[in-house]
């Protein structure tokens, strides 16, 4: 439960679904990873009839060469905690998949991971059971290759493991959720979602030119919105900030934080920021304008967030979480 959060319907506060679905964001984390560093658009989730997962990314492939340590390198990324690409600064500037545990820590945790990598003009495989690589190594002590291709990225095939989750139905509802989500946070980016475990499959397609603009204008479609979206973006010290917000005419605030495309339900530094330097600029205006005398308190954040949405989108190069499943952000 240290890296997804909940196995077993009691063994926390969390659903069962929620890390049973965790497995999936993990694998798609590393994929928006490979977008935001310039070299993916589409990714396909399918939820397969099997009751497996498949994650497919157009990037540059998972590493297939020989590594150092004598293996190839796409099995030190699903086998070994901590060796993916995310430790090395060159590869990626920004990274959700924080700690380059995601990918082994679900391969542990499935009854079987299957992998094929289409790079340099050709398609490997690599496949293991609960953790185990069984497919055999070519003479050379490399993947296999299966076939030719004009095309490069990813696809990996996976089924949780039964004896680990009580339960191993995905929740279609969760899943399109999350994608949908991660579609606001990259406009450039593509996510195609099957679920072909019914007996009508089902198909949708996100895709959100306007961003979080285009996120906070879903969020409040029921409400009376008393402006338009108000956004705002910049970059400091290497830390990218986007902000959306917009007033409505209900008496509650919606605030969410995200740190490299990750929700942080539980807030953060960058939510406490964002919040504490609002509130000075508007009491600041406050008296400016005249609102508030020399006499007068300040109006506290919650009376000025009060009827508020907003989105908060950090991209960060060296970002702390609490815990793998990085519900709160920790940086100061």
């Not at 099997?50 to 998972?62: H, K």
Request: proline residues 4%; charged residues 25%.
């Amino acid at each position: 439960t240290r890296y997804i959060g909940v196995t077993g319907v009691q063994t926390c506060a969390l659903p069962i679904w929620k890390g049973l679905n965790h497995l999936i964001y993990e694998i798609v984390d590393n994929a928006v990873d490979e977008h935001l560093a310039g070299y993916c658009d589409t990714i396909h989730v399918t939820l397969e009839a099997d009751g497996s997962a498949t994650v497919t990314d157009n990037g540059r492939g998972i590493p297939v060469g020989m590594h150092e340590k004598g293996v190839p390198a796409e099995r030190l990324v699903f086998t070994t905690l901590h060796a993916g690409g995310k430790f090395d600064n060159n590869a990626y500037k920004t990274s959700g998949g924080l700690h380059g545990v995601g990918s082994s820590v679900v391969n542990a945790l499935s009854t079987y991971l299957d992998v094929q990598v289409s790079l340099g003009g050709w398609v490997y495989h690599d496949r293991y059971e609960r953790g185990v690589a069984v497919q055999e190594l070519d003479e050379d002590g490399l993947l296999p290759k299966i076939g030719k291709t004009k095309n490069s990225g990813t696809r990996i095939n996976f089924l949780p493991d039964p004896e680990i989750f009580e339960k191993t139905r995905f929740s279609a509802t969760d899943v399109k959720s999350r994608l949908h989500e991660t579609a606001y946070l990259n406009p450039e980016l593509t996510i195609i979602f099957e679920d072909l475990r019914g007996t009508e499959p089902v198909k949708e397609e996100y895709h959100e030119p306007e961003g979080i603009v285009g996120y906070i204008r879903d969020m409040n479609h029921s409400t009376e919105a008393l402006h338009e979206p108000v956004y705002l973006k910049g970059e400091a010290d290497g830390i990218q900030v986007e902000v959306a917000f917009q007033y409505t005419n209900e008496f509650r605030e919606n605030v969410l934080g995200f740190c490299n495309n990750i929700y942080n339900a539980e807030g953060g530094t960058h939510l406490t920021g964002f919040k504490t330097t609002f509130t000075t600029v508007m009491n600041t205006y406050a008296r400016e304008i005249g609102i508030l005398k020399d006499k007068d308190p300040n109006f506290t954040g919650a009376d000025i967030r009060n009827g508020m949405t907003a989105v908060v989108s950090i991209k960060h190069p060296a970002p702390r979480f609490e815990g793998q499943t990085k519900t709160k952000l920790d940086n100061q």
